[in-house]
T-cell receptor
Framework: AQSVSQHNHHVILSEAASLELGCNYS??????LFWYVQYPGQHLQLLLK??????LVKGIKGFEAEFIKSKFSFNLRKPSVQWSDTAEYFC??????????FGPGTSLSVIP | EAQVTQNPRYLITVTGKKLTVTCSQN?????MSWYRQDPGLGLRQIYY???????DKGDVPEGYKVSRKEKRNFPLILESPSPNQTSLYFC??????????????FGEGSRLTVL
């Protein structure tokens, strides 16, 4: 069955630390991949997306993600986090038959 | 402004009292979907719709109904709410089917409490 897993349930970092959130998926077909962010009390917003081409994609607010097809992974990175990055982060994939599957989310807390 | 609008944003109701959460999008999107978000469980899809008059069950459809009579609207109906439907609900829309699609635009969320 198709699924998306995220490595960490809760991550705590100090400001200026580097961030990497893991995401792996289980699906054998063509995928579109997404990272969404949900700031406290708000709705989900798109951070970045991968459809095809360059496996390193850049998104808003300095985030980037790398698609590694052989590892079925789409990890999110940011070189230096800020307090305002405190949020919940969701990895998601869209299958070739248009179903969107979300991971369980990773809660990021950034300490000033 | 492109947006997905949900109403109500907050609702407290009692077991068995029918309610409807409305969802409307102004982006002419074909695809619309409802999710519920619960602590530790992430987002789970309730129902989705590929186009007008086309709806299908998601992962957790029990206790919910939907309809898609117009492209812009996708209401979620709880015919007889129960406490286990207490949750945060999100409506989302997307351009449609095919390659290079799937980016979801979310509403602000509707927090429902069933007593």
């Amino acid at each position: 069955a198709q699924s998306v897993s995220q490595h960490n349930h809760h991550v705590i970092l100090s400001e200026a630390a580097s961030l990497e959130l893991g995401c792996n998926y289980s699906y054998g077909g063509t995928v579109n991949l997404f990272w969404y962010v949900q700031y406290p009390g708000q709705h989900l917003q798109l951070l970045l997306k991968y459809f095809s081409g360059d496996p390193l994609v850049k998104g808003i607010k300095g985030f980037e993600a790398e698609f590694i097809k052989s590892k079925f992974s789409f990890n999110l990175r940011k070189p230096s986090v800020q307090w305002s990055d405190t949020a919940e982060y969701f990895c998601a994939l869209k299958t070739s038959y248009d179903k969107v599957i979300f991971g369980p989310g990773t809660s990021l807390s950034v300490i000033p | 402004e492109a947006q997905v609008t949900q109403n109500p944003r907050y609702l407290i109701t009692v077991t068995g009292k029918k309610l409807t959460v409305t969802c409307s999008q102004n982006m002419n999107h074909e695809y619309m979907s409802w999710y519920r978000q619960d602590p530790g469980l992430g987002l789970r899809q309730i129902y989705y719709s590929m186009n007008v008059e086309v709806t299908d069950k998601g992962d957790v459809p029990e206790g919910y109904k939907v309809s898609r009579k117009e492209k812009r609207n996708f209401p979620l109906i709880l015919e007889s709410p129960s406490p286990n439907q207490t949750s945060l609900y999100f409506c989302a829309s997307s351009l449609g089917q095919g390659a290079n699609t799937g980016e979801l635009f979310f509403g602000e969320g509707s927090r429902l409490t069933v007593l």
